[in-house]
């Protein structure tokens, strides 16, 4: 057998993605569908600047303590690449942080578990290195937005 | 950054044996591939032999990089069934996929390999599995796929 390679974390680019009041959908006792308008956002790091289009949005699934995310939407890159996101995973918080976040305070990245994987899709020639890697984000909320930083697994 | 780099723990291992491949071609959804996994074993924080009936259903992109989409079903020594799904890309220089697409015998450091991996399970014990992110660096062998997955702390 060969010998396995040790994966690591390559830190790219932080997004800022600006979401509105979520609209209630339900679904069934022990489920929560609800969706999430995106309205905007910024791109900002050592890989990729720009800007994140109005018009996307997350389906998120409440279940238990668990929330499970869905979220879709557009980059627009400083060059004028658009770029295709899909970002999915999960954020779970203990009682003392999720009361602290309907509170409105500031609560970190260590405070709560919440970790997506991203697939993105592009043709611009010089975004390609996003379709051909595996991308990991490490999410908090901040007023008004969801804050991720994605990271590309080595 | 005030924010750390998230580490990498090693959660557990797993060796899925793959059947012979089956290339459906150029369908609506690309050129697809589905290979069938007949059985393997994962081991660590699961403890659980791999069942046959799983399948990898790829889609292989015109420059040879590989959209990878794996689910399987595993039972523990307990009797309690997991559901592993691993998702991901394999990319890298044309030659090398082609060799690895063959199922030829290449060093993993020669290709890129990275999945995403989720759990699923009804079991108590492993049930706070389901909402970790786990990552692997896969390795490509003519019968097998191995990998540890490495919760994302």
Do not use: K
């Given at each position: 057998m060969s010998a396995l390679l040790e994966p690591s974390l390559e830190y790219v680019f932080e997004l800022r993605v600006a979401v509105d009041d979520p609209v209630h959908i339900g679904?069934?006792?022990?489920?929560?569908?609800?969706?999430?308008?995106?309205?905007?956002?910024?791109?900002?790091?050592?890989?990729?600047?720009?800007?994140?289009?109005?018009?996307?949005?997350?389906?998120?699934?409440?279940?238990?303590?668990?929330t499970q995310l869905d979220a879709r939407y557009l980059v627009r890159a400083d060059d004028g690449a658009a770029i295709d996101v899909v970002n999915r995973g999960y954020w779970r918080a203990d009682d003392d942080v999720m009361a602290r976040l309907i509170a409105g305070e500031d609560v970190g990245e260590a405070e709560l578990y919440y970790r997506t994987a991203f697939v993105f899709q592009t043709a611009a020639p010089q975004h390609l290195w996003l379709t051909e890697s595996q991308f990991v984000g490490m999410a908090r909320p901040e007023p008004g937005l969801v804050c991720i930083r994605v990271f590309r697994l080595r | 950054m005030d924010n750390p780099i998230p580490t990498l723990e090693p959660a557990?291992?797993?060796?899925?044996?793959?059947?012979?491949?089956?290339?459906?071609?150029?369908?609506?959804?690309?050129?697809?591939?589905?290979?069938?996994?007949?059985?393997?074993?994962?081991?660590?924080?699961?403890?659980?032999?791999?069942?046959?009936?799983?399948?990898?259903?790829?889609?292989?992109?015109?420059?040879?990089?590989?959209?990878?989409?794996?689910?399987?079903?595993?039972?523990?020594?307990?009797?309690?069934?997991?559901?592993?799904?691993?998702?991901?890309?394999?990319?890298?220089?044309?030659?090398?996929?082609?060799?690895v697409l063959t199922g030829e015998d290449v060093d993993p450091s020669r290709y890129y390999f990275r999945t995403v991996v989720r759990v699923e399970t009804s079991d108590p014990d492993l049930a706070p599995l389901q909402d970790v992110l786990f990552i692997a660096a896969a390795v490509r062998e003519a019968d097998r796929v191995t990998y540890t997955a490495y919760r994302v702390t």
């Amino acid at each position: 057998m060969s010998a396995l390679l040790e994966p690591s974390l390559e830190y790219v680019f932080e997004l800022r993605v600006a979401v509105d009041d979520p609209v209630h959908i339900g679904r069934t006792e022990s489920e929560d569908l609800n969706f999430a308008p995106i309205t905007g956002g910024t791109v900002s790091g050592p890989s990729l600047s720009g800007t994140v289009l109005p018009g996307g949005g997350d389906w998120w699934v409440s279940r238990g303590r668990t929330t499970q995310l869905d979220a879709r939407y557009l980059v627009r890159a400083d060059d004028g690449a658009a770029i295709d996101v899909v970002n999915r995973g999960y954020w779970r918080a203990d009682d003392d942080v999720m009361a602290r976040l309907i509170a409105g305070e500031d609560v970190g990245e260590a405070e709560l578990y919440y970790r997506t994987a991203f697939v993105f899709q592009t043709a611009a020639p010089q975004h390609l290195w996003l379709t051909e890697s595996q991308f990991v984000g490490m999410a908090r909320p901040e007023p008004g937005l969801v804050c991720i930083r994605v990271f590309r697994l080595r | 950054m005030d924010n750390p780099i998230p580490t990498l723990e090693p959660a557990f291992d797993v060796v899925a044996l793959l059947g012979p491949l089956e290339d459906h071609g150029v369908t609506l959804a690309g050129h697809r591939r589905v290979i069938p996994i007949l059985g393997g074993t994962v081991s660590g924080a699961i403890e659980a032999e791999i069942l046959p009936g799983g399948a990898d259903r790829q889609i292989v992109r015109q420059d040879g990089s590989v959209e990878v989409s794996a689910a399987y079903s595993a039972r523990t020594a307990d009797g309690a069934l997991v559901l592993l799904h691993s998702s991901g890309v394999r990319s890298g220089p044309p030659d090398v996929l082609a060799a690895v697409l063959t199922g030829e015998d290449v060093d993993p450091s020669r290709y890129y390999f990275r999945t995403v991996v989720r759990v699923e399970t009804s079991d108590p014990d492993l049930a706070p599995l389901q909402d970790v992110l786990f990552i692997a660096a896969a390795v490509r062998e003519a019968d097998r796929v191995t990998y540890t997955a490495y919760r994302v702390t």
